[in-house]
């Protein structure tokens, strides 16, 4: 091999960014913390860091998550574990100008589980919190009551939400992602909350039930009832082992 000189090139590194979404108040929100050190400095901005000199990617994607939310991650198509949460890589951004401090490409992963904790700040953050997507990636200017959306966020993260928005959209049409946002046991009506949550619409309940029992090994009836949503007893049912809907659901036109 000929000699190798790394200072002969610019300085390069690489991160990993989290795109966590899930259901609270039937609303599709996303975890942002708020910068303490610059660039950026106190714009909100989607958690993640810096991939260590001996972590692969997944590994630095699973270490950033746990010290954001506590949770572990768990690769697509094995079934979560404790308080683990969906864990699958969304796409790789490499802009030349995306970061001031260097050049930096950040590979980002989406995460979704059901009831998140509530979130602390780690690392370079000041404070963490959750937020409705759509006031994420709609408004602008700067907040600081807990019920009002934040601020643009910083870097490119709008565009890696808006991916990651519309990546988990998209993947509920035809998947078994949807039962991600989902406890271990939950009712019909709970699996549908979930897809109206992320696609912004109401569903008719009849058919929803149709389609999603029609699935042969989609749902798996797991034998108990539950009135956590009031009325009568609701039938509980777990994932099962089929991951794909077919025919699909298709996303209502809005």
């Excluded at 198509?77 to 001031?100: F, M, V």
């Excluded at 997507?133 to 890696?160: C, K, M, N, T, W």
């Excluded at 808006?162 to 039962?179: C, P």
């Excluded at 949503?229 to 036109?253: D, H, I, S, V, Y």
Aim: charged share 20%; proline share 10%; net charge negative.
């Amino acid at each position: 091999m000929s000699p190798y000189d790394p200072s002969a090139f610019p300085p390069f590194a690489v991160t990993v960014d989290l795109v966590v979404l899930t259901v609270r108040r039937h609303a599709l929100c996303a975890l942002v913390v708020r910068r303490g050190e610059q660039p950026y400095q106190g714009r909100w901005a989607l958690p993640g860091g810096f991939v260590r000199a001996e972590e692969d990617l997944g590994a630095a994607a699973a270490r950033e998550l746990a010290e954001e939310t506590g949770l572990c991650a768990h690769e697509p198509g094995t079934p979560s574990i404790g308080n683990g949460a969906h864990l699958e890589q969304l796409a790789t951004y490499g802009d030349p100008k995306r970061d001031p401090r260097m050049r930096v490409v950040s590979v980002a992963y989406l995460v979704l589980a059901p009831d998140l904790p509530a979130p602390r700040a780690g690392g370079d953050a000041h404070s963490a919190r959750w937020a409705p997507v759509e006031a994420l990636l709609g408004q602008e200017g700067d907040y600081s009551r807990e019920d009002e959306p934040p601020a643009p966020l910083a870097f490119d993260h709008a565009q890696i939400l808006a991916d990651g928005v519309e990546r988990a959209r998209s993947k509920i049409e035809y998947s078994s992602l949807a039962t991600a946002f989902c406890p271990p046991e939950f009712t019909v009506g709970e699996l549908r909350r979930v897809y109206e949550a992320v696609w912004g619409v109401a569903l008719d309940p009849r058919n929803f039930h149709r389609k999603v029992t029609g699935t042969p090994g989609f749902l798996v009836p797991s034998g108990g009832t539950t009135t956590r949503q009031g009325g009568r007893p609701a039938q509980l049912f777990r994932a099962g082992g089929a991951t794909l809907l077919n025919p699909p659901m298709l996303r209502p036109e809005v």
